[in-house]
């Protein structure tokens, strides 16, 4: 975590927050070459603006019509619904004290850990 006080900010992190000089020059750094770092600067912006006016819940409907998506969608709801409703997530946060009732030669928390 203390690290992250010294590791630069990314040249999309930069543009984001507005700072296209200092994108640019950290796009130089990295490529040493400025014409390749004027085309990626020069991208990132095309796409920076075609995201913010994409970004929106009508953006997703497309994805919605196609077929293809439909299958893992429903797979992925119908995992995350099971999961609720069979009570995983009491036992896992429990478990500590089961294993500590049943007094096992397993250390409970590391015992709770490799049930999680």
């Known amino acids: 975590l203390a690290l ?12 984001h927050r507005g700072m296209e000089e200092q994108s640019r020059k950290a796009i130089f750094w990295l490529t040493q ?5 004027e085309h990626k600067i ?27 998506n439909w299958k893992p969608l429903c797979v992925s709801v119908s995992i995350l619904v099971a999961l ?3 009570g995983v997530s009491p036992l896992v946060f429990f478990s500590i004290k089961f294993f500590q009732d049943a ?10 850990i490799i049930v999680a």
Do not use: G
């Open 33 to 37: 070459s400025k014409s390749v770092a």
């Open 42 to 68: 020069e991208k990132m912006i095309e796409d920076s603006h075609s995201q913010k006016t994409q970004n929106n819940i009508l953006s997703i409907l497309p994805l919605l019509k196609k077929p293809s």
């Open 84 to 86: 609720q409703l069979c």
């Open 103 to 112: 007094e096992t030669s397993v250390d409970a928390s590391l015992a709770s």
């Open 4 to 15: 992250m006080l010294i590791i630069p900010d990314s040249p999309h992190s930069l543009l």
